[in-house]
Each structure stands twice: as C-alpha cells, then as structure tokens.
C-alpha cells in the first residue's frame, strides 16, 4: 500500500443536484441514494479508507449543516478513518451532532478552485505534498495508491486520472489526449466537437505547492473560478509536466437523471454487471443484505434487498430496503428508493420511486 501520509485528499460536494428534477428536489446531490445501498459521496470516501487515507476535507457549500450532520454520523464512527469539516471541525471532534456550529464569514464559492482557495489553511498545511482531489458525484471502486505512486515516481506536476469512452458522450466531459510518452497534450472542457475518446476521470493528484501557485496566480483575475476550466489549461499552457493514468473499469459521473437512470440499469444487467451488489458501500440501512436475483418468485434480474415485501412483479430494476410493493403491481427498469410503497395494481415502467411514492419518469435514450 503507498505511503499516503503527505496527501491532502479533499471533496468537492458543492452540489445543488437542480439538474435531477424530483429527485434532487430538497435533497443534497451528493446524499442521492445509490445502487441500492448507499449515496453518491460515499463512493469517493469508501475509496479513500480502502486506498488507506485517514482523512478527507469536505468542500461543500450549499446546505452545509445537513450535509456535515449526515457524514459525521455516517462516517466519523470509528478509529482510523473521517472526514474533517475545515473551519468547522472544531465543533464536530468528539461529540455526536453538534448543538451550534461557527458561522460562515466568508462568501460563497464560486467554483471548484475557489473552494480549494477559501480552505486553503486546511489544504496546504505543514508536511503535505500532494492534494488529491475528488469529487462526490461520481460511481467507481478505485484505489488512489498506484495514481499516487505513479504521481510521485514521475515528478509531475499534476496526474490526472482518465477514462477511454464511447465517443459520443465526450461532449459531456473534459476532453484529454497525450502523446506518445504519457504527457497531456490538449485539455478542452466539453468540447463541441471532439477528437479524442478520452475524458477526464475528474480525480487527480497536484504537487501542493505547484497548485497553491496556480491558484494564487489566479485569484483575483477574470476567471471562472474553476480546476478544470482554468487551473489545468493554465498549467497546460505554461508547460507543466501533467500526465495521464488511466481508470480501467466501472466509473460513472451521474449528471442527470437520465445518466442516474442507465446506470442503475447496468448494475443490473447480469452476474458480470460493472459494479456488482458485493464491491458497493453500504450505509443506507446498512442491517439489511441485499442481493442480485437473476429468477425468483416475483422478482426478474433485479438488485433487491432482504426486507422487500413484494406482491407483485419486480424486473430488471433496482430496490432500496423498506420498499413495499402491492398485489398485481409491476415495477420495470426502475429504481425505487427506501421506504417507498408501490401500490396494487400499478404499472411503473422506466422511472424513479422516491420515497414518498412520487413517480419520477425518465426519458428514454436521452444523451444529457
């Protein structure tokens, strides 16, 4: 296992989760339920305590106080591992929720750069390195010690983790391509028309001190405030050594409803799904199993749990524990969160279940 003494890892979760309809409506984005087990952050600290970090600085903005209540109930439970809340740690250590919390005196970020700026004297501290950066919308199981290591062996400036696509969803994402030695030759942040089949995994690795150069370089300027939008294409265009490791296997950046919506309908696709049941956090009803059922009284190749209360048919779709589903009622490529009741008779195909029975349909073959 690398040595990841000398890495900041941080977290953006500034999300508003706008782009998800009903099912971002009065929720954080990053607490989205997931896969049947989890939320959308806890894929990016589930991988920081398995890659063996002790420790993960939240940058958030938007609902603040809910979202630090959630993680240190979830997360702050145990030796070894927890994410600290910057200015407002203090108020956290040792205690279950805290009654009052500092007030922000600060303004309200701008971009994912400015979050590194206004924390920065939680970032740059004494010892530290490198900053790995994550972000809390994206699906994938990944150890961050080979990037890390990799980092460290070629003297880069910065490491970007990659992924090679169909290329007809680049458009969504930074666009990357390198030449023959592993170099990043071309950054473009959703490109119009794109040239490679390459994209910004959006996790990377800085030299901490190059960074914190950069952005004090920048602040202050005409800028949007942004690492993909203005620190890389700055480091790229100065000449900085930035390079490339490649992600291989499951990793989805859920955007949208519609991209939530197909990715659910992979996980279940078969025993050889890209992210089986098995390798996914569990922190929603953790108490619960929950399993793949390929052909089952009432149930047709769906990832279900072991509470389910089912009197109807349930195919190719994804359930959270608590969910209840009435007599002669069919639920279809669909994703039910916890708790939510189907009622008899009802035919739900193609859409999200929210927990109070709100039917979030999804269009279909929609590329956003």
Not at 67 to 92: E, S
Not at 245 to 255: M, S
Not at 350 to 356: G, I, P, Q, Y
């Amino acid at each position: 296992m690398a040595d990841l003494r000398a890495v900041r890892a941080v977290l953006l979760a500034g999300g508003e989760g706008r782009r998800m309809g009903p099912l971002g409506t009065g929720r954080l984005k990053p607490l989205v339920p997931y896969g049947g087990t989890c939320r959308l952050i806890d894929f990016s600290l589930a991988n920081a305590r398995a890659s063996g970090l002790s420790e993960v600085l939240l940058l958030s903005q938007y609902e603040e106080r809910l979202l630090m209540d959630d993680l240190h109930r979830v997360w702050n439970t145990g030796p070894g591992f927890r994410v600290h809340f910057g200015p407002y740690d203090t108020a956290y250590r040792g205690r279950e929720v805290p009654v009052r919390i500092p007030q922000r005196t600060w303004p309200l970020e701008r971009g994912t750069a400015d979050a590194l700026i206004r924390k920065g004297e939680y970032i740059f501290t004494e010892g530290v390195e490198d900053v790995l950066v994550l972000h809390a919308d994206h699906v994938y199981r990944y150890d961050y010690g080979p990037l890390v290591e990799a980092h460290r062996a070629s003297g880069a400036a910065l490491t970007i983790a990659y992924q090679r696509i169909d290329r007809r969803w680049v458009h969504l994402f930074g666009m990357v391509r390198f030449d023959g030695g592993g170099r990043l030759t071309e950054f473009v942040e959703k490109p119009e028309n794109p040239t490679s089949d390459l994209v910004f995994a959006a996790f990377c690795v800085f030299d901490a001190a190059v960074l914190r150069r950069y952005l004090s370089d920048l602040d202050g300027t005409d800028w949007q405030h942004d690492i993909s939008r203005d620190v890389i294409p700055a480091m790229l265009a100065a000449g900085e050594h930035i390079r490339g490791h490649e992600v291989c296997g499951h990793w989805e950046d859920i955007g949208t409803v519609e991209r939530y919506h197909r990715a659910h309908l992979a996980l279940v696709s078969g025993p050889r799904a890209p992210l089986p049941v098995e390798r996914m956090p569990r922190t929603v009803r953790p108490q619960v199993a929950r399993r793949w059922v390929a052909d089952a009284p009432g149930v047709r190749a769906s990832l279900v749990p072991a509470d389910l209360v089912n009197a109807g048919l349930v195919a190719q779709s994804v359930l959270f524990p608590g969910v209840r589903v009435g007599a002669g009622a069919r639920v279809r490529r669909s994703v039910v969160l916890p708790g939510a009741v189907i009622p008899p008779g009802a035919d739900i195909d193609a859409a999200v279940v929210l927990e109070d029975g709100h039917i979030q349909h999804v269009a279909q073959g929609v590329s956003a």
